[in-house]
């Protein structure tokens, strides 16, 4: 460690000094008429941009910042960022040219921070490459291309059938305590080693649920990828409302940027980043609040009229670049919470309408141990199909249909007893299956280790267990993989599809270890 | 309350032009510039004045009352000025009729109206150069508003039509505050 000296600290101070700057320029100002409940009207700042960033400077000298966002005739309404009650009627209001901005860089991953980039957790300053603004263009047609690579859960439900691809907006909704916000940690923790930049935005939650969250990730090594932007329930309207767009603003510095910092082209290609807004009905209910105290009109459930907008160009930001920008890519998983299954409210139709798909969760599924309670029948990927892997493509193409067909027969059969064979064997494999797809908590799978799961199971080798050994079936059958026949897995990672030879292979081990397997119990 | 804004710039207009030519006949555009400027800001500082004046279910003539003991030492155009608005409802438009009289009274003046705030009074040859160096600035005659605010320290912060140049000490202060607290120097990285 350096010795600290006088002189040093002298010539610290000097330099620091230096930077300082004294020259005195004119500024636009404007008068607080009036101020309550995090809202403030100015009078004056006849050049105020709408979205702004607003400088109040308090009788004392504090000064607060805040959000231009109502421009009328003779005053603008604005909300504040900071510390409310420091600010009074006859405040002075500067206006800054600048619009919201947050700190952006490396020095980001692995911590959490507030929606304006400020740490919480207390392990020192961040050091950040840049700042970038939370509202950013998306971009256009030209500079985009095709969904084409797999983000890979790790959940045997979604990955063979709800496929999620780099650049895509696939929603995750559900009623409370269905599992939302397990599959977006368990899509974080599978993305250890596979390049990808994680944000997670909790809006609106308790903070001893994000400490629960930031506890997760730290013991299954997550942070190392990871950005937490957390606006609490304790946090104001505001920062609730601009939390997503930061969190996005701070993962598209990965995505426009190299590795080397530099803005992203084909020989400096961009970083692929996944988004996490946890969730957008919390967004929309302090937007409907800061909105309602700013006397905008309500409209449907007393959203503003603008809510669709305010989600549309926030998910819009998702996108895969073209190879010319970079090829980085930013997913987009947000998370809306339904009431008693209600989809057809007005928030969660909105986000439905503008995402690439959903993933339905649902609380019947989940109490019958069904976990992830993830609805197949409703939930699609309207892109990810094509960011699937083909091994995957060849394993589960009919997955869906078969397990639609079997839900639907199962209905039938409820109602007569006397079933024929072909019918008995259907249900019986339909049962196998969706027993398959069940998963833990923070036990994320491998791709090639989902290909074997279910090649198992399209073969047949689960039809004769009873349904309660089909997990122990699956975990035993993928260490005896793992350990006797490891190249069988290491040769679907590197064709990517399931070969002749690899079939066979497949088929023979499988053989061998249904014969070594015993039925307990 | 669905308002017609033209109506409304014809009243604020109206408002401003009347007060505008009772002080000219008293000879005291500046003067009563000044003191709707301070009304204003007494107005807006006291929310249960603010509510008081403009509180429906109070009687008119309770809310002059109030009005009057707390302008009734202002030039009396402008207190009968006062009386209307609160008559009519329309002391929210305040803010609005002081900016049109700012408007007004510039022209009528032929000078621009500058509110200057030092730490202490300003003395005749700081008031000279600042009436220079912006009589330069606006080319046209300059009319310095002042004010006294100890609590800048020092230096001088100068306003008019809406821009502020501050140079005062405790913006400055502040400013390196806020350098100080978040340039680094190389060893803190």
Do not use: W
């Amino acid at each position: 460690m350096a010795e600290i000296t006088a002189s040093s600290i002298d010539e610290v101070l000097r330099k620091q000094l230096d930077s300082l700057e004294t020259s005195v320029e004119s500024r636009e100002v404007g008068t607080v008429i009036q101020i309550g409940d995090g809202i403030a009207r100015i009078d004056g700042l006849r050049g105020a941009m709408a979205g702004e960033l607003l400088e109040f400077i308090s009788q004392d000298g504090k000064s607060v910042f805040g959000l231009a966002q109502n421009l009328e005739e003779d005053e603008v309404g604005a909300v504040l960022l900071g510390e409310v009650t420091a600010i009074k009627e006859n405040d002075k209001v500067r206006t800054t040219g600048r619009i919201v901005e947050v700190p952006a860089g490396k020095d980001l991953v692995g911590r959490v921070v507030n929606p304006l980039g400020m740490p919480i957790d207390a392990k020192g300053p961040i050091h950040s490459d840049g700042m970038r603004p939370v509202e950013f263009r998306a971009p256009g047609v030209i500079e985009r291309k095709p969904v084409h690579q797999p983000v890979q859960t790790g959940l045997l439900a979604i990955d063979s059938m709800i496929p999620i691809g780099r650049g895509q907006r696939e929603l995750i909704i559900g009623d409370r305590q269905t599992g939302k916000t397990s599959i977006a940690v368990d899509t974080i923790i599978n993305q250890k080693g596979k390049d990808m930049i994680c944000v997670y935005v909790a809006i609106g939650q308790k903070a001893s649920t994000v400490a629960g969250v930031v506890e997760t990730f730290e013991k299954h090594g997550a942070m190392a990828y990871t950005i937490v932007v957390a606006a609490t329930a304790a946090d104001a309207a505001p920062l609730q409302y601009i939390a997503p767009m930061a969190g996005c603003a701070m993962g598209e510095y990965f995505m426009y940027n190299g590795e080397d910092g530099q803005p992203a082209s084909a020989e400096n290609p961009g970083r692929h980043v996944l988004c996490i807004y946890d969730d957008l009905s919390k967004q929309a209910v302090a937007y409907r609040q800061m909105s309602l105290t700013l006397r905008r009109p309500p409209g449907r459930e007393a959203f503003p009229g603008d809510i669709f907008y305010l989600h549309s160009r926030l998910l819009e930001r998702a996108v895969k670049l073209s190879d010319k920008n970079g090829a980085g890519s930013l997913t987009a998983l947000p998370i809306i919470e339904t009431q008693e299954g209600d989809v057809a409210a007005y928030i969660p139709t909105n986000v439905i309408s503008i995402t690439d798909g959903q993933i339905f969760l649902q609380t019947d599924l989940f109490f019958q141990g069904q976990r992830p309670a993830v609805d197949v029948g409703i939930s699609v990927s309207r892109v990810g199909g094509s960011a699937q892997i083909k091994a995957m493509k060849q394993v589960a193409g009919s997955l869906r249909l078969d397990l639609a067909a079997y839900r639907e027969l199962q209905a039938f059969s409820q109602f007569g007893s006397d079933l024929d064979k072909a019918t008995v064997a259907q249900l019986n494999r339909g049962a196998c299956m969706t027993e398959l797809l069940k998963q833990g908590r923070y036990a994320p799978m491998p791709v090639e280790e989902q290909v074997i799961s279910i090649f198992a199971g399209n073969e047949g080798a689960l039809d004769d267990l009873p349904v309660d050994q089909v997990l122990r079936f699956r975990a035993e059958l993928l260490q005896y993989m793992r350990s006797v026949k490891p190249e069988i897995g290491q040769q679907i990672v590197k064709d990517a599809k399931i070969t002749d030879e690899t079939r066979d292979a497949l088929r023979a081990a499988i053989e061998v270890f249904k014969n070594q397997f015993s039925v307990e119990g | 309350m669905p308002t017609d804004r033209n109506l409304t710039r014809q009243e604020v207009s109206t408002y401003a032009t009347c007060l505008l030519e009772a002080a000219r006949a008293e000879d005291a555009v500046f003067e009563v510039g000044t003191q709707l400027q301070n009304a204003l800001l007494i107005v807006r500082a006291n929310m249960r004045l603010r509510d008081a004046l403009k509180e429906p279910s109070i009687p008119s003539a309770k809310r002059i009352e109030v009005l009057e003991d707390v302008f009734g030492n202002c030039d009396a155009a402008l207190v009968e000025v006062l009386h209307v608005m609160v008559e009519r409802d329309d002391i929210q438009l305040l803010s609005r009729v002081c900016e049109e009289y700012g408007v007004l009274s510039e022209q009528d003046l032929n000078a621009v109206i500058v509110d200057v705030t030092s730490a202490v009074a300003l003395d005749d040859h700081l008031r000279e150069v600042l009436t220079t160096k912006l009589s330069e600035d606006f080319g046209s005659d300059i009319l310095l508003r002042e004010y006294v605010d100890p609590s800048i320290l020092g230096g001088i912060i100068m306003s008019t039509h809406g821009e502020r140049i501050d140079a005062s000490m405790t913006s400055q202060l502040e400013h390196a505050r806020g350098v100080l607290s978040t340039e680094l120097s190389g060893g803190d990285r």
